[in-house]
């Protein structure tokens, strides 16, 4: 379906789940021109840059629910790819690798390989974003790492 601008609206949403991420009927009622359903409504007028800010909110993953081995791993993977640095990073990381049987787990090298285990399906990749929403994403878990130690 496409709006009055021409722009097909069901493209955002099947990219986003196309890209592995899920968008809820509350993310689907935030794109413009989209119903809680994910279908397209015919009235939207608004234009792509809307658009494309709008699902870009939507596209950050949900760290909360990433446990505390696969924090460190992409911690871990944020540093040493210096999409994080400094000292609070470091001693975060320190802090979580100190715990017992954190670096042993499939989480924690999942992570390291830039893989956010968010507790859905499919894993939440870093490899595949720009450096800027990667250095985004791996402030959350650095936030999500202080809440953690």
Not at 74 to 103: E, F
């Amino acid at each position: 379906m496409r709006n009055s601008n021409g722009f097909a609206v069901c493209l955002t949403v099947a990219v986003l789940t196309v890209s592995g991420l899920t968008v809820s009927g509350a993310q689907a009622q935030s794109l413009p021109g989209v119903d809680s359903a994910g279908s397209a409504m015919s009235g939207m007028t608004g234009g792509m840059g809307n658009m494309a800010s709008g699902a870009m909110g939507s596209m950050l993953p949900n760290v909360s629910s990433a446990s505390m081995g696969n924090v460190a791993g992409v911690l871990s993977y944020c540093v040493q790819n210096n999409y994080l640095n400094g000292s609070g990073a470091t001693s975060a990381l320190g802090s979580l690798t100190g715990k017992q049987d954190v670096t042993s787990s499939s989480d924690y090298t999942a992570g390291q390989q830039g893989q956010l285990l968010t507790g859905g399906d499919n894993p939440f990749s870093l490899s595949s974003l720009t450096s800027g929403i990667k250095k985004k994403v791996c402030n959350m878990v650095l936030d999500r790492a202080k809440n953690l130690i």
